[in-house]
């Protein structure tokens, strides 16, 4: 690359210099270097990749096949008559538009629930000094390392009390109180990394605290909040064990507990099964392909503290 720059030698001579300065984008790129470290690297996180997907390359496969071609001997690793049979008798033998339906109720209402929750507590376990805070945030913590089954003898007797068993509320109260210890712990994270400054100039122009909270601590946080939501929401989509007890009839169940019907004694429906978990997967696909970069800021927004 060629500069050319005018310069004054005098009260009327002007001498041109031409610059050759190097042009960065012509100049040669060091190669890579190769080395046994990076290629075990690479060949490790290529094996747990087509280990991770293939399950579910599978499982897309089997859904998309005809049902007389399931377990057609040798196997077939692309469909050669692709067809929506398994689709299309899904709907026909069950109730599944019926089971996505209390799902997405149940999945929603416990995680915005969940989330608002636990969006207080933190904020309190943040924010303010009392006498008890490290057991209440050393209980949140062991919650979480405790079985559900365990309790599930007191919590069924408990539910069968309230007259909560087999309806889509029992079971959204049954998921908030799951759900907001880990969302607790996760959102004061990011409550401590929010300078106090913020809130306190909102409280000195007018605002109460908790005005100051959802008018200016919200809006900062929105990344963690989602990363929140989604999570919960992904735990009570995904739940089996609970749902499978506390729901007994058609009306009400959700679709991990549907999915779990269609194996039987004697026989498994492959084909249903499988395009019932493509239309259950979808849903969560969706949601983190639609808010990977709200997730991301979410889980690294409260990793570091200033």
């Known amino acids: ?91 026909e033998k069950s109730s599944f538009g019926t089971f996505l339906a209390n799902s997405a109720i149940v999945a ?20 303010f000094e009392f006498r008890g805070k490290g057991t209440v945030l050393i209980a ?37 109180a799951i759900c907001i210890p880990f969302s607790t712990v996760m959102l004061r994270g990011f409550f401590e990394n929010v300078p106090d400054a913020l809130e306190e100039a909102a409280m000195i122009d007018g605002c109460s605290r908790l005005g100051a909270l959802f008018r200016v601590l919200v809006p900062v946080m929105t990344p963690g909040i989602i990363a929140a ?3 919960n929401f992904v735990n009570c989509w995904n739940e089996l064990f609970l749902s499978v007890v506390l729901m007994n009839t058609d009306a009400n169940r959700t679709v991990p507990s549907a999915l779990n019907g269609f194996i039987s004694t004697f026989n498994i429906d492959w084909g249903s099964m499988s395009a019932a978990a493509v239309l259950t997967i979808l849903p969560t696909m969706v ?4 808010a990977s970069r709200w997730i991301v800021q979410g889980l690294t927004a409260g990793a570091v503290k200033e």
């Open 108 to 127: 929603v209402s416990a995680g915005a629930v969940a989330t608002l929750i636990a969006l207080l507590s933190a904020y309190v376990l943040a924010r």
């Open 229 to 231: 939501f989604i999570f």
């Open 287 to 290: 949601m983190f392909a639609l």
């Open 1 to 91: 690359m060629t500069i050319t720059s005018s310069v004054r030698t005098g009260s009327s001579v002007t001498e041109t210099r031409r610059i050759t300065v190097p042009d960065p984008k012509a100049a040669p790129r060091p190669r890579p270097r190769v080395t046994v470290g990076g290629v075990v690297r690479i060949v490790g996180l290529g094996l747990w990749l087509l280990i991770t997907l293939f399950p579910l390359y599978w499982i897309t496969l089997t859904a998309f096949k005809s049902p007389g071609t399931i377990n057609r001997f040798p196997i077939e690793y692309w469909p050669s008559e692709p067809s929506l049979d398994n689709f299309t008798s899904l709907f």
């Open 140 to 176: 949140f913590l062991l919650t979480q390392m405790i079985p559900a089954f365990i309790a599930l003898g007191p919590l069924y007797s408990m539910m069968t009390d309230l007259g909560l068993v087999d309806t889509k509320p029992g079971l959204i109260l049954v998921y908030i």
